[in-house]
Each structure stands twice: as C-alpha cells, then as structure tokens.
Nanobody, 124 residues
Framework: QVQLVESGGGLVQAGGSLRLSCVASGGTFSSYAMGWFRQAPGKEREFVAAISWNGGSTYYADSVKGRCTISRDNAKNTVYLQMISLKPEDTAVYYC?????????????????WGQGTQVTVSS
C-alpha cells in the first residue's frame, strides 16, 4: 500500500510560479510511474503530467506543455511539479498518483494510488 502526500499549493497571482511536491511511503517508489492530475470545481479530474519510474520519459497535457515540468528524486521518494506562468484556469486541486505502468499515463484509471490533493489558486 502506497501513501502519497502532496504539498506546495497555495494562492499565487497570474504569471507566478509554484512547485508542488508529493512524497510517497509504504512502497518501492522507484517501481512506480507517477502522475499529476488536477480537478477544478464542477469538472472532471484531468491529466497534467506523468513521469516514468526512472525519469526517462515524461508526458504533458497540451494545456500545460511548456509551463510545467515534472521530475522525481527516487532517493527522496518524491515527485515534483514545477509550474510557471500560471493562469487563472490552472486553479484546481492537484493530485499526485502512482501506477505500476506508464502505458496509459493520461488516464485516471491507470493509477492505483492517489494523494489527498493540494489546492492551487491563481488570481487574475
């Protein structure tokens, strides 16, 4: 059983930046592909970014490409999401998730474990 805890969310002005972190425990972190998703009020959870177990492959939603960077530190059991040039439409609860496969990284159902989420609010 893998536990995931996100942090780093907050209130930021448009154009600002944030770095989200997700610390994993209870499993072999380096065995898992990791993803970031977000969910705005009244909307479905959507894919943001994903990274393979060794960081060799990364994937991004078109809406964040060029503004977000996903990375991981397996020694620290941590995955990061660096976000720049934030927009009001980036406002959402951001979740990290773990999966034993990167094969369908953009799909919610691909992931076995989820964190509780961290709120990101971007003001205009």
């Amino acid at each position: 059983q893998v536990q995931l805890v996100e942090s780093g969310g907050g209130l930021v002005q448009a154009g600002g930046s944030l770095r989200l972190s997700c610390v994993a425990s209870g499993g072999t972190f380096s065995s898992y592909a990791m993803g970031w998703f977000r969910q705005a009020p009244g909307k479905e959870r959507e894919f943001v970014a994903a990274i393979s177990w060794n960081g060799g492959s990364t994937y991004y939603a078109d809406s964040v490409k060029g503004r977000c960077t996903i990375s991981r530190d397996n020694a620290k059991n941590t995955v990061y999401l660096q976000m720049i040039s934030l927009k009001p439409e980036d406002t959402a609860v951001y979740y990290c998730a773990a999966s034993l496969t990167i094969a369908r990284a953009m799909f919610v159902k691909n992931y076995d474990y989820w964190g509780q989420g961290t709120q990101v609010t971007v003001s205009s």
